[in-house]
């Protein structure tokens, strides 16, 4: 061989470097022609341009009016509108009303959701789909055309009041009371409550119940130890919503009542829309005790959460 071809130590250390750069090289090319585009890094959040327009001027922007008109009394940073709002009988009874309404229809619509729920999983899918489609068609009937048909069908002179009048099972039932505002609130509570309760049985295994049995467990003995321990966060969860849902309630109860009940919904809306006076700073004030009131509810409701040894 001759000498000349013969690789030297340099000659080894340069091949070795120069075979060792044409992978890196390799490498590096490939992941500058796999790196988008700088538009496409920035594609996405022009998109959720529009929704940030839409959240600001529609949730942000309302929320800081009201915080800041609440501490505003005659042109001063002032605490006047809260101890007007503390001071008054009719105020806290607005308070004292949604709260009793929203506790009460919450209570009723999660305890016939639930009974509703377990029902509907055990039923064929083809009509365990057709019930929740129903379900979330009933969810979004609401407002002034729920009235409405509630008044046609329970009012004074209602279709099935008549009935009921008729058979002898309803006296002194009236529409246009606590009583009628409670079955209006219970009826719009299920619908969501049965959305919100159906993918959390997915956390109980069918076999469960079989296990159970072999140890001697009766079905209401399952449902205590068992199946409500493990469903407990989704009934918080879907109680407070509940909750939430029945103190913000205004068109409907509106529609049936107009002014004639006390709720703080409707205190808001007379004192930024009413025919005699207008006192929108009273009225921020007012919606910034509810909304602290909702804050302080899921508080105690994410503790509670918290603390369940099934999360």
């Known amino acids: 061989m001759n ?7 340099g000659n080894t250390a340069a091949l070795r470097a120069k075979a060792s750069a044409q992978p890196r090289a390799a490498s590096a090319a490939r992941a500058a022609a796999s790196r988008p585009a700088p538009w496409r890094r920035w594609l996405p959040l022009t998109l959720l341009l529009p929704f940030a327009l839409v959240f600001g001027l529609f949730q942000l922007a309302p929320m800081i009016w009201v915080l800041v008109n609440s501490f505003q009394a005659g042109g001063e940073w002032s605490l006047a509108n809260f101890a007007e709002i503390l001071g008054s009988p009719w ?15 919450s209570l009723a619509g999660l305890a016939i959701a639930l009974a509703g729920t ?9 009509l365990q789909n057709a019930v929740v489609a129903f379900t979330t068609m ?18 004074m002179n209602g279709a099935v009041t008549l009935l009921l009048q008729e058979l002898g099972l309803v006296e002194d039932f009236h529409l246009y009371s606590r009583a009628g505002l409670l079955v209006l609130y219970t009826y ?9 309760l159906y993918p959390a049985f997915d956390a109980i295994k069918p076999d469960w119940r079989d296990a159970a049995a072999l140890l001697g ?3 209401l003995h399952y449902w205590l130890k068992v199946a409500l321990p493990v469903l407990r966060p989704a009934l918080l969860g879907t109680f407070i919503i509940l909750l939430a849902n ?33 006192e ?15 804050l302080l509810v899921t508080g105690i409701n994410q503790w509670l959460i918290a603390r369940s040894r099934y999360v």
């Open 188 to 196: 719009f509570q299920i619908p969501l409550a049965v959305l919100l």
């Open 138 to 155: 009933a969810s979004n009937f609401s407002g002034v055309p729920l009235a409405f048909a509630f008044i046609v069908l329970l009012g």
């Open 246 to 278: 029945a103190l913000g309630a205004y068109a409907s109860t509106y529609a049936l009542m107009t002014s004639n009940y006390n709720l703080v919904t409707i205190q808001i809306a007379g004192l930024v829309a009413g025919d005699i006076f207008l």
């Open 3 to 9: 000498e000349s071809t013969l690789p030297t130590g």
């Open 280 to 294: 929108p700073q009273l009225a921020a004030a007012l919606s910034l005790l509810l909304m602290a009131l909702l």
């Open 217 to 219: 467990a009766g079905p």
């Open 118 to 126: 377990a029902a509907l999983r055990r039923v064929p899918g083809r």
């Open 91 to 105: 105020y806290r009874q607005s308070f004292a009303n949604s709260l009793d309404l929203a506790f009460w229809s």
